[in-house]
């Protein structure tokens, strides 16, 4: 789990990491981050750098991002949670960019997702189009993307969906979360780590977001 100054979820998603699976846990500072040394790599969520320049652009040109983006390609699980998704762009490890939310404000509130295509460690137990309940909190998650290039990887690449009038934030393709070819590399806005328990979700949700942290545990079990 890496930390960078502005990151606020890190103890969130490791309490969620610990509470649901066996697997190890810890958070590290970004400078002291080596990636050889992990078996799955989390990029949570917060303000990285305050935002400046643009959401995840600091963090993004790290030395930290730098040994991500080598152990990503070479296979190893990623999952960028919210600010963790913007820097997973602003790096080009996953496509399309993220914008201001369409109404030009934070928006905090809880939505549902739908799952298309699922593949890799952090999907292995969904199944194609399983609803999931999560909050969002940001700024900038209104997802864009041209035209040639998802119709290139939506056959191919996981791709999470906002449920029909769940889009908060005025995503292109009601698209909440998106990953890579291989699927090893998932960006995803909602916040799985604040939905993972049934305490978390207010009435009507289901506090289901503990399959992403399932699923690796599985994966790196039993392989994907």
């Known amino acids: 789990m890496i930390s960078f100054p502005g990151t606020n979820c890190d ?3 490791v309490s969620a990491i610990k509470e649901l699976t066996s697997l190890d846990a810890e958070i590290v500072w970004h400078k002291d981050f080596k990636g050889k040394k992990y078996d799955a790599i989390i990029i ?5 750098y305050g935002d400046w320049l643009r959401a995840g652009a600091i963090a993004a040109r790290s030395k930290a ?12 699980p990623v999952l960028g949670i919210c600010n963790g998704f913007q820097i997973l762009v602003e790096s080009s490890l996953l496509p399309g960019v ?14 549902r997702v739908s799952i298309e295509n699922p593949k890799g460690p952090w999907l292995k137990l969904a199944n194609k189009k399983e609803k999931i309940d999560m909050p969002i909190a940001h700024a900038e998650g209104r997802f864009y993307i ?9 056959n191919s690449s996981p791709i999470i969906y ?13 698209i909440a979360g998106i990953g890579n070819e291989e ?25 289901n977001g503990g399959l992403f942290f399932k699923s690796l545990e599985d994966s790196l079990k039993r392989g994907w």
């Open 183 to 207: 699927g090893n590399v998932l960006g995803l806005m909602p916040h799985p780590e604040r939905a993972y328990t049934e305490i978390l979700s207010p009435r009507g949700f289901h506090g």
């Open 162 to 174: 906002y449920e029909n009038g769940w889009n908060p934030n005025g995503s292109f393709y009601d």
């Open 98 to 111: 993220l914008l201001p939310n369409e109404l030009g404000r934070f928006i905090c509130r809880w939505t």
């Open 11 to 13: 103890l969130d998603t």
């Open 65 to 76: 991002m730098e040994e991500v983006v080598e152990e990503a390609i070479n296979g190893k």
């Open 146 to 154: 041209d035209s040639e290039k998802f119709k290139a990887i939506s």
């Open 44 to 48: 949570p969520g917060g303000f990285s």
